[in-house]
């Protein structure tokens, strides 16, 4: 009975801490490349996959694709992105196919794996930006968070799950 007790502690524990990213798209990922490596020289990492997250600026449909604008923010735990202010810049995601803006809308947060395809150079307001560019590989849309939620008191001795 302990060791049943064990394992289903195990695996909700593990289940609680695992990637939103497949394993398959993790072991193909270039990890020790960074967002600051690619904003530099994107050209340098063409080709290589990278997983990069951030909150969504705007959804852009194209004719047979859409671009996701995405304000980079540092990824956490389950490779979720933190919500902070600290960003490092843009980037976009290219689907190939339509998504919905009204569920890829502004503010919702995302993790994506992606191939490194270079930049593209766009209007900023009044400045050109250049943005590196991911094909996406395999994406994470995270659910919405309340903007407010009450506080939450809880008391007790043991592991909270």
């Given at each position: 009975m302990q060791r049943i007790s064990a394992a289903v502690l195990a695996f909700i524990l593990l289940a609680g801490c695992a990637s939103v990213i497949s394993e398959n798209v993790?072991?193909?990922a270039d990890q020790s490349v960074s967002f600051r490596d690619v904003l530099r020289d994107p050209e340098r990492y063409r080709g290589r996959i990278v997983v990069l997250g951030g909150s969504i600026i705007k959804?852009?449909?194209?004719k047979n694709e859409t671009w996701i604008e995405v304000l980079?923010?540092?990824l956490g735990g389950r490779l979720k992105?933190?919500?902070?202010?600290?960003?490092?810049?843009?980037f976009i995601i290219k689907y190939r196919n339509y998504l919905d803006p009204g569920v890829y809308r502004q503010g919702r947060r995302i993790t994506a794996a992606g191939e490194?395809?270079?930049?593209?150079v766009?209007?900023?307001?009044?400045?050109?930006?250049?943005?590196p560019v991911l094909i996406n590989r395999e994406?994470?849309?995270w659910e919405e968070e309340p903007a407010y939620s009450?506080?939450?008191f809880m008391f007790g001795i043991g592991i909270g799950i």
């Amino acid at each position: 009975m302990q060791r049943i007790s064990a394992a289903v502690l195990a695996f909700i524990l593990l289940a609680g801490c695992a990637s939103v990213i497949s394993e398959n798209v993790l072991r193909e990922a270039d990890q020790s490349v960074s967002f600051r490596d690619v904003l530099r020289d994107p050209e340098r990492y063409r080709g290589r996959i990278v997983v990069l997250g951030g909150s969504i600026i705007k959804s852009i449909p194209k004719k047979n694709e859409t671009w996701i604008e995405v304000l980079q923010q540092p990824l956490g735990g389950r490779l979720k992105p933190k919500n902070t202010d600290i960003s490092e810049g843009r980037f976009i995601i290219k689907y190939r196919n339509y998504l919905d803006p009204g569920v890829y809308r502004q503010g919702r947060r995302i993790t994506a794996a992606g191939e490194v395809a270079g930049r593209e150079v766009l209007p900023l307001g009044e400045m050109q930006y250049s943005y590196p560019v991911l094909i996406n590989r395999e994406t994470h849309l995270w659910e919405e968070e309340p903007a407010y939620s009450s506080p939450q008191f809880m008391f007790g001795i043991g592991i909270g799950i």
